[in-house]
C-alpha cells in the first residue's frame, strides 16, 4: 500500500510540473504518440535495426556536485562529451543507426535524491531529456531511455537496513512513476529500459547513498530474487501510469546483464498485464581483454576460429528467451577504441557481432562515446568503420523475408570463419585433453597489458610485445612461469590489477594436486609474498592460484587447499599492490613446485 500511494503522489506532482510548463499540453511534435496495433516484441527487434548509445552524456555525474535547479548541460558536458544536437541524431541516422539509448542518471544530477527522501525530478532535467529524445524521434530513431549507474544509489538494495531497502524501492517505483508519466503521449518508437548494469551484482556497492551496505551481504539467490522483484515493480509501475505506458516496450535488465548469468533459471522475466511487449537486455564486452584495453596496442589478439566460435556460442544462449517471444536488446557492445586508436580486427570484430545479432534474431546498441561515430564532426571515425554500419540499417532490409536476412549473414559467417587462422601464436603449447599446461595470468593496473586472463588457457589472448614463458604440466616436479613486458609499448607492467597462475585441466589431469609456490622474482630481484597463497579451482578443471585477485573477499570453502591442511594466512591477494616492487615490472617469474596435498 505504501508504494501504490507513493507513485500516486509521484504522478500527480509529475503531472503538475509536466502541465505548468506546457510539456504534455500537447502531443510532442517530433512525435505523433501512435501505437502499431499487434506489433510483437520480436517484431519490433527487427525494425530497431542497429542501435548505438548516446555515452557519457546524459548520465554523465558528479555526486560532488548535486544541485537540482541547474541548467542539464553543465551535467551533460561532465565527463568530455559535447553538448548534444538535433544534427547529431541525424548524423547517427544517417551513418545507419536506427535506434539510440540513451543513458541517463535521473537520481544523481536532477532530484533532492533518494537519501533524504525526497524524489522529485527536476523538471528541467525531464524536459532535457525530452528534447534529446524529440531530436532522435525527429530523425526517425527509435528511443531507449534508461537508468545508468547513477552515482551508485543502487546498492541501497543490499543495505543490512530495511529502512534504506524499502528507500531504495520507494525511489525506484518513485523515479519511474514519473518518467512514466512525462513519456506517456509518446509512441511506442519510444522504449524504457529500467536499469543497467547494476541488477544482481550491484545491489551492494558502496557509494555516498550507501555507505551501510556491505560486500556480499546478499546470497546469490537473494540477489536473483531481489533482480526479478524490480524488474517485476518496474513493470507494474509503468504499467500503473496508463495511457500508452499500458502498451509500450518494455526493457528489463538482465542479471548484471551478464550472459551466462541471465541465463541461469533462477533469473525470470517479469509478469506483463500486456501480451508479447517485453524485451530483454543483456551486454557483450567479450573478451574484456581485447574489448576493453585502454589501448590498441595493449590489447590482446582477437580473431581466431576459437575466438569466432566463442563469440557464436554466447549470443546463441539468448536464443532461450527470442523462442519464448521476448525481444533481445543487446544494449552494450563494443571493440573500444583505445587512446591510440581502434583496436587489430575491430572491423571483424564488429561484422562478425551484428551478423550473428541478425543470425539469432536480436538487435544491439553499440557503446559509444564518440570513439565510433564523432558529434563533433557528424561523421565515422573512418571509412572502414562507416562500412560497417552503412547499409545496414531497417531501411535496407525492408521488405526482405528474414529467413533471406538470415541466410545471408549466414554466408558471411561461413566465409569469415573460414578465413580465420587457428591461432596467431607459432610455438603456442597446444592443449589437449591428455595434456595440461600452466600459465601466469596477468592484468597490468591500468588494465593495458593482459595475457590469457581465465580459466581457459588461450596463448592468443597476449598484448603485443609480451613475451611469456608456459610450461607442460607432465607430473610432480618444479615449474617456471612467467611474463617480460619489456617488448611492449610501454615496456612495463604498471602495477597489477590481477594476476594468477593456473594449470589448465589440472583438476582432471592431477586431482588435488597443490601448487607451492618456492620463488618469485620481479625485474630479477627476489619479491616476498605478503600472505600464504592457496590452491583452488572455480570450474573444476583448471586449478588456480590467485596472486592478486581483489574480487574474492573471503577464502572458498571446500575448494581452497594447502599442504597439511592448513589456511591460515591464506589470502587471495599475496602481491601487495601498494609496494614499490610493484609499480613498474619489467619481468616477472615464478617458480613453484607441483604435487599431492601433504
Known sequence: MKNRCFRMICAVLSLLMALSCGAIAETAPADDGVMREGLTALEVTRLMGNGTNLGNTMEACNTNSIAPGNDPKTYEVTWGQPVTTPEMLAGMKAAGFDTVRIPVAWMTNATTLAIDGNYIIDA???DRVAEIVDYARSAGMYVIINDHWDGGWWGMFGSESAETRQLAMDAFTGMWAQIAIRFADYSDYVIFECA?????????ENSVYCSDSVVSYLSDNERYALTNEVNQAFVDTVRSTGGNNAERFLLVAGYSTNIDQTCDERFKMPVDTAENKLLLSVHYYDPWSYCGATTAAGATAWGTKGDYEYMDQQLKKMTKFTQQGVGIVIGEYAALPGNDGLK??????HQRFLDLCDLYDMTSCLWDCSGMFVRRELKMVNDEIAAVYAGRNAASEEGKDYAEIQAAAQARLDAAMDAAPVTFVEDAIILTDETAVAWLMWNDGGWALSYSVGDDYNPDSISSGMKVTDVAITGPGTYT???????????VSNSVAFAAIGIANGEKL????IIDIKEVLIDGEVYRLKGRAYTTSDNGITTRVNLFNEWVTSIPVGTARMHHGNLAGATPTPINRNDAAIAQIHSIYITFEYGPQK
Open 124 to 126: 528541467a532535467y525531464l
Open 196 to 204: 543497467n548494469e547494476e541488477l544482481g551484482g550491484r545491489f551492494d
Open 344 to 349: 587489430v580486427n575491430t572491423v571483424a570484430y
Open 481 to 491: 612461469v612467467g611474463i617480460d613486458f619489456s617488448g611492449t609499448q610501454q615496456g
Open 510 to 513: 592431477f586431482p588435488g594436486y
